[in-house]
């Protein structure tokens, strides 16, 4: 009888080490992974080049979605010169992340001078999982 104990322990130690620790261990990275900031690239018509933008981890462990609506403002030479919101997404995190980002922004010669842009944020399932 207290062989059986002893087997019946040693095989929960084994089955705790080699399946369910790792287990555990991949979960808590994947959830690391998923609730950090993403980084992704923005381009309209009008601009010269692709601006970065950030979506928030703190906006996606929340899951936080939406679009916002922004007015810029460049001079002459094309350079930015400000921005303002038209429509909030109703997150300040994704407002701030693309009023930032258009900061970045160049108007390709011969376009209007103000220009609107519609920038949606959206919860998508990560295409590349963290190595294990």
Known sequence: MNTDKVLLYLWFAILLLF??????KRYLKVKRFNCGDEYMDGQASW???PIT???PGSARQKKIEGSVIVEIEFNKSCDY??????????????DESVLTAVAAAKLLPNKELVQQWK???KLEVPSVMPQL
Request: proline share 3%; no cysteine; hydrophobic share 60%.
């Open 19 to 24: 399946f369910i620790v790792p287990m555990v």
């Open 47 to 49: 601009m010269a080049a």
């Open 53 to 55: 933008m950030k979506y």
């Open 81 to 94: 010169i400000g921005a303002k919101l038209l429509q909030s997404s109703g997150s300040q995190a994704l």
């Open 119 to 121: 920038v949606t944020f």
